[in-house]
């Protein structure tokens, strides 16, 4: 089956997606971020083919999300790290973990924990507003055009939608106190 590109949609996620649909990526990020670098012990960890591993290690590396790098000259012998933008899929990673523990939790509990290094806790990753400090919810935002927005291929219905909500304000219309946004001949991405 030939799976269509999404690097021309007008939608981030549908773009980050483009390289990170399959489960194979995320689990070799997830690997490489908790310090599993080396090609044998990804296919050992993973029981991934080592086509497919190699395909995907290479697709990460032209991406500037993994780079490869020598670790030893006699025999040569490579690994892979995380680049600053490799590093920067932890929360999208995290996410995924806390939501899969609380909707397919295995019934000794997680299978991984996080220790915040910063406070000295383990906890459990959130999402939280840059401004407020907020935890961002489905239900407490709204999506609003961005200047890169537009419809076209996977945004068809999606794009009108997200410009309808901006004229009606960023709360949906509720608050008579907020400014109306006004809307340029672009459209929204998601």
Excluded at 59 to 70: S, W
Excluded at 102 to 116: E, F, V
Excluded at 159 to 180: C, E, F, H, W
Aim: aromatic fraction near 4%.
């Amino acid at each position: 089956m030939t799976r269509t590109p999404l690097a021309d949609v007008a939608c981030s996620i549908a773009r980050a997606t483009d390289l990170f649909a399959d489960a194979w990526t995320a689990l070799i990020m997830r690997d490489v971020i908790c310090g599993v670098t080396r090609f044998d012990d990804l296919a050992t960890d993973l029981g991934i083919s080592r086509k497919v591993l190699a395909a995907r290690l290479t697709r990460l590396v032209d991406e500037g999300v993994l780079t490869r790098e020598q670790y030893q000259s006699h025999p040569p012998r490579e690994h892979y790290l995380a680049t600053p933008k490799g590093k920067e899929l932890y929360p999208v990673l995290l996410a995924l973990m806390a939501w899969g523990d609380r909707w397919y939790p295995t019934p000794a509990g997680p299978p991984m924990r996080i220790h915040h290094h910063d406070c000295g806790t383990t906890t459990t990753p959130v999402t939280t507003c840059a401004h407020c400090r907020g935890e961002l919810t489905a239900d407490n935002t709204t999506q609003l055009p961005g200047p890169g927005g537009a419809v076209g291929p996977g945004t068809r219905v999606l794009g009108p939608l997200v410009v309808t909500r901006a004229a009606k304000g960023p709360d949906g219309g509720q608050s008579p106190d907020t400014p109306q946004k006004t809307i340029s001949s672009g459209t929204p991405s998601a």
